[in-house]
């Protein structure tokens, strides 16, 4: 029998605005540790093109499965979207201060959107009642936080500007899943969802506050397969998979699923 989703009324909403916005203060204590209070503009352009853009994916999936409510889960899902734009405000601000304080607090946040959300708000939403906006909402945030940790990663992290091109290829999934009147939906072969994993680790080994000739040259020789298995598995999955489904149900997470970003209840 399915579980109808449950939701304190005014309490969640406040929440989801605190979450939202909670990691962009952080990002601005960042440019004041690291003196980069020249950049605020450039930081406000892009916090409000990542708000923008997660209001406008609200309103997008909400158009498409009606009026669900607002669960706990999709609060910590929420916020990992929050983590990418606050990555994203970073990168457009020309932020470099990796191996300092403010780079440390940074990879956290980055690190624990990663890690901790993911670990939580699947169970949060079975236990609550799993929604079909609460399943799409959480993949395009975890793709959203992929595709700007890479960003992070060449931005400040020294890995080449190709390693965008996995996270970027990404979009192609959900484009096709919106044109064919479905949700983003997702899953995939074990190969795939490994690819994911190293793809993560990868980028979030970038931006940590560790340097050293050793860390470098280990990042150089890893970008390379990590990046080229990731860019093969979706031309696999882009031809093979079948078409997307209109509902959308959150799958179990478990083992390694917490850095499996693109794979878990969403499209590849």
């Known amino acids: ?9 005014g309490l969640v909403p ?32 892009g916090a409000l ?25 999709d609060v910590l899902t929420q916020g990992r979207f929050a983590a990418g734009t606050l990555l994203l405000a970073l990168v457009a601000a020309g932020f470099t201060a990796r191996v300092t304080l403010a780079g440390g607090v940074t990879w956290g946040i980055a690190l624990l959107a990663a890690t901790l959300t993911d670990w939580l708000d699947g169970p949060l939403a079975r236990r609550l ?15 959203w936080l992929t595709l700007w940790t890479a ?25 096709r899943a919106w044109l064919r009147g479905g949700l983003p939906a997702g899953g995939g072969p074990w190969w795939a969802r490994g690819a994911g994993v ?51 149900a959150p799958p179990e997470k478990s083992g390694l699923q917490p850095l499996l970003h693109d794979e878990k209840r969403g499209d590849w």
């Open 14 to 45: 406040t929440i989801a605005m605190v979450v939202e916005f909670a990691p962009l203060g952080f990002g601005g204590l960042c440019l004041i540790l690291s003196n980069q209070t020249d950049a605020w503009l450039r930081y406000l352009g």
């Open 198 to 248: 190293a793809q993560m680790i990868l980028l979030l080994a970038a931006i940590s506050p560790l340097a050293g000739p050793m860390r470098d040259g280990a990042l150089s020789i890893a970008a390379y397969p990590i990046v080229g298995m990731q860019l093969l598995a979706f031309l696999a999955l882009l031809i093979k998979r079948a078409p997307t489904a209109r509902h959308v």
């Open 129 to 143: 009642g799993p929604t079909r906006f609460g399943a799409a909402l959480d993949i395009e945030a975890d793709s």
């Open 1 to 9: 029998m399915a579980v109808a989703p449950r939701s304190a009324t």
């Open 49 to 73: 093109a990542g708000t923008v853009a997660l209001h406008l994916l609200i309103a997008a999936i909400r158009r498409r499965v009606g009026r669900e409510l607002l669960t706990f889960a």
């Open 151 to 175: 960003g992070a990663a060449v931005g400040w992290g020294g890995l080449p500007w190709w390693v965008l091109a996995p996270p970027l290829m990404r979009y192609l999934f959900p484009i």
